[in-house]
T-cell receptor, first 112, second 109 residues
Framework: DAGITQSPRHKVTETGTPVTLRCHQTENHRYMYWYRQDPGHGLRLIHYSYGVKDTDKGEVSDGYSVSRSKTEDFLLTLESATSSQTSVYFC???????????FGPGTRLTVT | AQRVTQPEKLLSVFKGAPVELKCNYSYSGSPELFWYVQYSRQRLQLLLRHISRESIKGFTADLNKGETSFHLKKPFAQEEDSAMYYCALVNQAGTALIFGKGTTLSVSS
């Protein structure tokens, strides 16, 4: 597996609380992505980054923000968690937008 | 519009039977396509990319521009092939992948 980790791996939180998920890579890849995976919806892109401090929105960005202050780290923040954000979140990395992406192990988030 | 369609949510086959997982796409120009596999509760793994035309774990996929398809095939299914399979397309901007909703392959003996 490519050097990509996510933390935490599991989290339970309450509605209305902020949550930050971390993705860390050791591959020095330029692109980093955050997806959510839900039954019946497959993988949906939340946000992505094409360089330090360069980010863009994906298909389901409402309620989420991201930051990338270093090449190796890409943070996903749920500003005020809602039950509809209960999901499995995957981070992915890629050398370029046209290359295959390599995925992290996922974070299972439950919002009660 | 750019879109990936995997028409089957679930495909059930017997061990040793041929497998075809369908993927259709909508794209202007020359598409770049991938297949990913996700075994139970694991991370997604890159299985195939169409430009490399390689065979991984006995799977192959051919791009058919006329039918706008990129179906994944294997002549003889094995129980360890049971997994979720995603087809993905590079977006027009060349910055991200568009994923289909996935097909669960179940291989039983």
């Amino acid at each position: 597996d490519a050097g990509i980790t996510q933390s935490p791996r599991h989290k339970v939180t309450e509605t209305g609380t902020p949550v930050t998920l971390r993705c860390h890579q050791t591959e020095n890849h330029r692109y980093m992505y955050w997806y959510r995976q839900d039954p019946g919806h497959g993988l949906r892109l939340i946000h992505y980054s094409y360089g330090v401090k360069d980010t863009d929105k994906g298909e389901v960005s409402d309620g989420y923000s991201v930051s990338r202050s270093k090449t190796e780290d890409f943070l996903l923040t749920l500003e005020s968690a809602t039950s509809s954000q209960t999901s499995v979140y995957f981070c992915a990395i890629s050398e370029s937008g046209r290359n295959g992406q390599y995925f992290g192990p996922g974070t299972r988030l439950t919002v009660t | 519009a750019q879109r990936v369609t995997q028409p089957e949510k679930l495909l059930s086959v017997f061990k040793g039977a041929p497998v075809e997982l369908k993927c259709n796409y909508s794209y202007s120009g020359s598409p770049e396509l991938f297949w990913y596999v996700q075994y139970s509760r694991q991370r997604l793994q890159l299985l195939l990319r169409h430009i490399s035309r390689e065979s991984i774990k006995g799977f192959t996929a051919d791009l058919n521009k006329g039918e706008t398809s990129f179906h994944l095939k294997k002549p003889f299914a094995q129980e360890e092939d049971s997994a979720m399979y995603y087809c993905a397309l590079v977006n027009q901007a060349g910055t991200a992948l568009i994923f289909g909703k996935g097909t669960t392959l179940s291989v039983s003996s």
